[in-house]
Each structure stands twice: as structure tokens, then as C-alpha cells.
């Protein structure tokens, strides 16, 4: 099933463009992939080549974390078919937390699962960074395999958000050993995800490879998939070294490169400015987004730019190939002022020619796919609550139960509260059950059937305050690929598909909404959008799906770019108020949120914060100032 990446609509011409001017504004060159299974085969091939290439042993450095995953597989599928053995190779982690936990919460276990498990590689050829008990002190034990992991063949790794490389953290040493560190509270925060949210039961140690052991390796290939590590892969490729972005010192090796997808390169300045770079192809859209490129930087609406502004920004191109300055701007005005509609389900009895959305039919059957029992409110509450308002039959699609996302405390609140309410005694039972969970194993499914149900009920209660029938209305579709207990999840299977595939026959919508969320590669956002657009893939030939359109949103942290919006639903202050009490509703996921990430905000801050930019963003074109604004982009 293909990865979901977002059509291309203009851009940079690389074909016949030197290789140097390509690179221009890179000190580590970035070689951009469309998805990282794409990437991942191409590097696969790398190391294969170098490892029948070799002569005696070939020493392999591998990544921790979830980034090599698609990597492993396809090394694993490459070795079944026959095209390389791992007999003579010595494969070396470059981290492992201390002392080491159980084996399903080790920072190794996806490597062991995914990778070594499945090859023909010498159990003595493997080598982790952890404390060797034949060893007097633990600093022993680190020199040794410090002094094994020199001058490795071949270094594949992953960065962390800050650029953390293994657990070298911000303001680690560039002469940096193999050696035991403090884990700061942020690592052990984003780590907490492997011991199901809890920071207490997070190890506050680790045992990690060096930089300097890292850069003694005769070559290295940097990897990074995904949205949220678009920033820190632009600032590992184009700025200083720095201790601040331990990855940057990479930038000093002789023989580097990093593999990247689409969505952790956006940030880089051939994807962000092109027309820095070389010649370009200019859609549109394309033109559009140059144009806010250029807003943005010298803080000027679009009617107020000059010739001037065009040529000395490095836009001279779009003049000549387009037309001159003033039509350009009237142009780009028009396009981005016809994006903003208060009708997102199409504005009955009117003029639609410029209008994001076709009156007609009206009203819609609409279907909005929410990953979690929560995505739907935070991300695109406000458009929600107006296409019910508006009168359409609007459907919410619950994909996963979220059932993983409740806290064990929560549970046994609800537990007091039915045993208060008369509603019978079961608060011992589950306790008992809570207690004899054990770390690193699945929940219990009787604990887990409670969560879902929690969660359950707050969806119901969100839609409810503003007037969708829960009963009829709103979907659980419970996708098998989440329901593992645990934090990792199954593979997407057409038992997801099916399911997705019954709800949309059923409803066969004019209108379908879906999380546009590219930040995590293997996160369950991606998973289900992705299910979503293979059932509709599945569905070609229907008929009601010649009249269908598929918008996607965005989460609580990241929005759309301007040059990539196709519809901006503007919202009141009190639509900002009762989009924010809708969110309310989802009170397990308040203030003591299992899997926070980096913003320790609630989720109403964060999408509060997302929509006013935007609307703030617009203002600052030259646009009508809104309260909020929600945007859009269509798929198809």
C-alpha cells in the first residue's frame, strides 16, 4: 500500500541542473526521496553493495528509535530474496538506556525485531552499548566499546528533534566518547513513549555511542522522515556547527550524506525558496506561493509590492515568465481572497465560480475521518460545528479507540463515580486489574475495553454540545491495526480497509475530510489517513464518488503553508468559544495528557494559537482580519 505525499503542483527543475548548484546551500548534502520507503530502498542498496564489496568483516553502525524501521524491512526482504548475507558482518547500536530494561522497552528492541531476528548475522557480532557485568565499572565497559566501534565501515543514523545523535543531547562535545549521560527531562519526556506516558517509570540514564566515535566512521548517512524534523534537518544542513544541534558537526566529515523524505526537507531552501536555486516551474499555486515567500520576508502586503521587491529577492524569473509586478499581485489577491468561504459544505442558490466549494448538491452528506476520539474538534472544530449548523448530514468517523491515551487513574475516577451513581461496585476489581499490569506488556483487554469507553463517551459528549446525533451520527470504527495494547501497533491491513470501505458505501459522501498530519512517518494519523485513501482507492467505479471531494486538515501544531491552501473557513469569536468547549469535553486527554509531545499545552491552547496565526497571516496579506481561521487543502 503507497505511502500518502501530497501531489506536486511547481517547483524547482531539477533535471540538467549541476549536482553543485543543487546543493548550493547545503554543508551536508540532502538527497530528498518521495516517501522513506522509496529512501529507505535506495539506501538499502547502499549498504548491500558495500557489504558484498567488502573484503573479511564489513563493521555496520545502525540508528535506534523508529526511523530505520522501513530500512530494516527492506534489508530483511533483500536477504530472504538472496541478495545479501550478513554472515560476516558486525553490526553496532550506538545507544542503550542504563541499566537496560526489560527487552520490549529497550531502545534496541525494533532493531532486534525488525532486523537482527530475521537475518543470518552471528549472535557475537552484534554490539550494543551497555554495561558488561565481566567488566570491573561500567567506564570499562564503555572504553571497550568505544575502541570496538572506531573507524566503523559504514554509520546509519537517525536525529533527534534538538539533533541529538543517540543520546549526544544539546551541548554535547564535539571529541565526545562512548560514555554514560543524564538524560534530560525532555528526552526522558519524548522517551516516555515507550513505557506508555509515564516520565516515573522512564529510565534517567543512557549509554551512548560519541561524536567523535561517530566521526572516526569512513562514511555516514544521516536519515530523518517526516514533518517534525524539517527544522532540525535545515538546521543540520544549512547552518553552523554548533553544540547547541549536535548532528551539525557531522557537517566536518569527508564522505556524508543525509537521506530524507519530501515532508523533512520542506524546510530546506530549495524546497522553501527554489528560485534561490535555479529554474522553476511556475504553476499557480506556485506563483502564489513565491509571492507570501516574499510578504513574509519583508513584512509588506501583496498589493503593496514592488518591481523592486521582485528583483532584489531573486523572483526576476517569475517576472519574465509570468507577467509584470502589479498583475502578479492583483492575481495572487484574488486567488488567496477566493480560498476564504463561511461555506465549507457550498453556499446554497449562489454564484460559485470562485467559491472553494460547488453549491450543489446541497445539502452534503459529509464524512469527517478523526484518527483519535479527539482530532476532529481539535483540528477542524470550527468548520465541523458550521457544516452542522448548516444543515448538511454530517458524519464523524472515529478510526481508532485512542483506548492507549487514558491514564489508569482516570479510569478508576469513572470506576468512583458509576459506584457513587448507584450504578454497581467494580472499583476493587479494577484496580486489581490495573495492578497486575507488567512493563513493557500489553494492557489487559478488560482495562483497555474501559479507555475505549472513556473515550467513547467524550466524543459523544463533544459532538453533542453542538447538536450532532450521536446515535446515528457519529462512528467508532475501531481499526484492528490499533488495537495491539501496546504503544506499537499492527500493520495496516485491508481488515482496515474493509471497514472504511462498509462506513463510506454506507454513507457515500459528497464531502470527506481527512488528517493531512505528515509529521510522523510510522504515527497513527498517517496510518489512518493512508487506510482511508486505499478504501477510496478501492472504490473506484462508484458512482457517487464522481461527485465526491476529499479535503485534508491539519493537527494542533502545524498548518497548511498559504501557497498550498485551497479553502479557509473563517471563524467568529464564538465559534472560536464553542469549538474550544467541544474540546473540553475530551476530559482525559486534559491536563495530564499520556503522550503530550514537546508542547506541554493543552490542546485547545495549541489550536487556538494555530487558527489566529493563520487568520493573522491573512490580515497581513491585505485580507479581512477574522478571529480564526481553519484551512484546507483538496485533494482531489
Excluded at 163 to 190: A, I, M
Excluded at 373 to 400: C, K, N, W
Excluded at 475 to 490: D, S
Excluded at 525 to 547: F, I, M, P, S, Y
Amino acid at each position: 500500500m503507497k505511502k500518502f505525499t501530497l501531489p506536486k503542483d511547481g517547483g524547482l527543475i531539477e533535471a540538467g541542473l549541476p549536482e553543485g548548484i543543487l546543493h548550493s546551500y547545503e554543508r551536508i548534502p540532502a538527497h530528498i526521496f518521495e516517501d522513506e520507503d522509496v529512501a529507505s530502498a535506495d539506501l538499502a542498496e547502499v549498504i548491500i553493495r558495500a557489504i558484498n564489496g567488502s573484503y573479511g568483516v564489513f563493521r555496520l553502525g545502525l540508528t535506534t528509535g523508529s526511523s530505520p524501521v522501513s530500512l530494516y524491512r527492506e534489508l530483511v526482504r533483500r536477504h530472504k530474496a538472496g541478495d545479501v548475507s550478513f554472515e560476516n558482518v558486525e553490526i553496532f547500536s550506538i545507544d542503550e538506556y542504563y541499566p537496560a530494561p526489560a527487552p520490549s522497552q529497550s531502545r534496541n528492541n525494533r532493531l532486534y525485531e525488525e532486523l537482527i531476528s530475521k537475518i543470518d548475522v552471528k549472535h557475537g557480532n552484534v554490539h550494543v552499548p551497555r554495561y558488561d557485568e565481566v567488566k570491573s565499572t561500567v567506564t570499562e565497559s564503555n572504553a571497550a566499546f568505544d575502541k570496538m566501534a572506531k573507524g566503523l565501515d559504514l554509520l546509519v543514523m537517525g536525529v533527534g528533534e534538538q539533533g541529538q545523535l543517540g543520546f549526544n543531547e544539546v551541548g554535547s562535545s564535539e571529541k565526545s566518547r562512548t560514555r554514560t549521560v543524564l538524560l534530560s527531562y525532555n528526552s526522558r519526556k519524548r522517551q516516555s513513549v515507550n513505557f506508555k506516558g509515564n516520565i516515573d517509570e522512564t529510565p534517567r540514564n543512557a549509554i551512548t555511542m560519541g561524536v567523535s566515535t561517530m566521526l572516526s566512521a569512513k562514511r555516514i548517512v544521516l536519515i530523518a522522515w517526516g514533518e517534525d524534523k524539517a527544522e532540525i534537518v535545515r538546521r543540520i544542513v544549512e547552518e553552523k556547527p554548533t553544540s547547541d544541534c549536535p548532528a551539525s558537526f557531522l557537517q566536518r566529515h569527508e564522505n556524508i550524506s543525509f537521506y530524507v523524505d519530501e515532508n523533512s526537507a520542506s524546510l530546506l531552501t530549495r524546497n522553501v525558496a527554489p528560485w534561490l536555486v535555479g529554474p522553476c516551474e511556475w504553476t499557480p499555486k506556485f506563483v502564489r506561493k513565491a509571492v507570501v515567500w516574499l510578504c513574509e520576508k519583508l513584512h509588506k502586503p501583496i498589493l503593496k509590492l514592488t518591481q523592486g521587491d521582485y528583483l532584489s529577492n531573486g523572483l526576476g524569473e517569475l517576472l519574465e515568465q509570468i507577467d509584470s509586478y502589479d498583475q502578479i499581485n492583483i492575481k495572487v489577491f484574488n486567488d488567496l481572497q477566493h480560498t476564504i468561504s463561511g461555506w465549507p459544505g457550498g453556499k446554497p442558490n449562489s454564484d460559485d465560480s470562485t467559491r472553494p466549494v460547488p453549491s450543489s448538491p446541497f445539502p452534503k452528506r459529509v464524512v469527517i475521518f478523526s484518527p483519535h476520539p479527539d482530532d476532529d474538534v481539535i483540528s477542524m472544530g470550527g468548520t465541523f460545528i458550521r457544516l452542522v449548523e448548516q444543515g448538511h448530514d454530517v458524519h464523524v468517523a472515529y478510526q481508532t479507540s485512542g483506548n492507549v491515551a487514558v491514564h489508569d487513574d482516570v479510569v478508576l475516577q469513572h470506576m468512583d463515580a458509576a459506584r457513587e451513581l448507584g450504578f454497581g461496585d467494580r472499583f476493587e476489581e479494577v484496580k486489581e486489574i490495573i495492578a497486575s499490569k507488567k512493563a513493557g506488556e500489553p494492557e489487559p483487554r478488560a482495562l483497555l475495553e474501559l479507555k475505549g469507553a472513556i473515550r467513547r463517551s467524550e466524543a459523544k459528549a463533544s459532538v453533542r454540545s453542538f447538536g450532532l446525533n450521536d446515535q446515528t451520527n457519529a462512528h467508532f470504527l475501531n481499526l484492528p491495526f490499533y488495537e495491539t495494547g501496546g504503544i506499537k501497533k499492527g500493520e495496516r491491513t485491508q481488515k482496515d480497509i474493509d471497514i472504511i470501505v462498509e462506513l463510506l458505501n454506507e454513507v457515500k459522501p459528497h464531502q470527506i475530510y481527512l488528517a493531512g498530519d505528515l509529521a510522523d512517518p510510522h504515527g497513527t494519523h498517517r496510518v489512518c489517513t493512508e487506510a482511508a485513501l486505499e478504501a477510496l482507492n478501492q472504490l473506484k467505479g462508484a458512482d457517487w464518488l464522481e461527485e465526491c471531494h476529499v479535503w485534508l486538515y491539519r493537527g494542533a501544531w502545524m498548518e497548511w503553508e498559504l501557497g498550498k491552501v485551497d479553502m479557509a473557513v473563517p471563524l467568529s469569536p464564538d465559534e472560536v468559544i464553542k469549538k474550544r468547549h467541544a474540546i473540553y469535553r475530551h476530559l482525559s486527554q486534559k491536563d495530564i495528557v499520556p503522550f503530550p509531545g514537546e508542547d506541554s499545552r493543552e490542546f485547545w491552547q495549541r489550536a487556538e494559537e494555530r487558527t489566529q496565526n493563520t487568520a493573522k497571516l491573512y490580515d497581513e496579506l491585505g485580507m479581512a482580519e477574522y478571529q480564526a481561521i481553519e484551512v484546507f487543502v483538496k485533494l482531489f
